[in-house]
């Protein structure tokens, strides 16, 4: 089977960075993707990894290791609208995103 | 250039009943994803339609049924209603696969009752 795992919240201020983790287990794998999801709204596509090290863009980083089926997305300069669920993906042999349960980011001032 | 719409926005029903929800994917997209969002959980993956076929399909039951048409666009069809069945249903729309990149909707908010 296939599972991902995330924490369920994180919280941070303004202007800080912060790191959300994702572990995952899966048969088949061609790459992780990240999504946020404000309240009320449809999942945004983000980033995605399919080799190990890091992609930026913009304030955004997302990070990948499939030896150690371990990702992380890397939010700086954090800002107020950043406030958000973020998911993480896989993408397994199967051509199926599966999504994590997701990290509840809350920015305060 | 239009993004992935989904109708309707609400709906409401009753146990045993049948609904039928509508997506129309992003311009120039052939492939056509959905999934069941409950309350404080990801997305689950249902189905997802190319060239008018049921490519690859979650684990869902027989229950939960689906169509693409020519233009692309897609139905998710409920038979039999259950009240576990209230979620948020998502449409993806992308470029054939590997479909890690998708364009979601805004989904349908069916309540069962």
């Known amino acids: 089977g296939q599972s991902l795992e995330q924490p369920s919240e994180v919280t941070a201020v303004e202007g800080a960075i912060v790191q959300i983790n994702c572990t995952y287990q899966?048969?088949?794998?061609?790459?992780l993707s990240w999504y946020q999801q404000h309240d009320g709204g449809a999942p945004t596509f983000l980033s995605y990894?399919?080799?190990?090290g890091l992609e930026e863009t913009g304030r955004f980083s997302s990070f990948l290791s499939r030896s150690d089926s371990y990702g992380y997305l890397l939010l700086q300069e954090l800002q107020m609208k950043d406030s958000a669920s973020y998911f993480c993906?896989?993408?397994?042999?199967?051509?199926?995103?599966?999504f994590g349960t997701g990290t509840r980011l809350q920015v305060f001032p | 250039d239009a993004g992935v719409t989904q109708s309707p926005t609400h709906l409401i029903k009753t146990r045993g009943q049948q609904v039928t929800l509508r997506c129309s994917p992003k311009s120039g997209h052939d492939t056509v994803s959905w999934y069941q969002q409950a309350l404080g959980q990801g997305p689950q993956f249902i189905f997802q339609y190319y060239e008018e076929e049921e490519r690859q399909r979650g684990n869902f039951p027989d229950r939960f049924s689906g169509h693409q048409f020519p233009n692309y666009s897609s139905e998710l069809n409920v038979n039999a209603l259950l009240l576990g069945d209230s979620a948020l249903y998502l449409c993806?729309?992308?470029?054939?696969?590997?479909?890690?990149?998708?364009?979601f909707g805004p989904g349908t908010r069916l309540t069962v009752t």
């Open positions: 993906a896989v993408m397994g042999g199967t051509d199926k995103l599966i």
């Open positions: 899966t048969s088949g794998f061609y790459g």
């Open positions: 993806a729309s992308s470029l054939d696969s590997p479909s890690y990149e998708q364009y």
């Open positions: 990894n399919a080799l190990d």
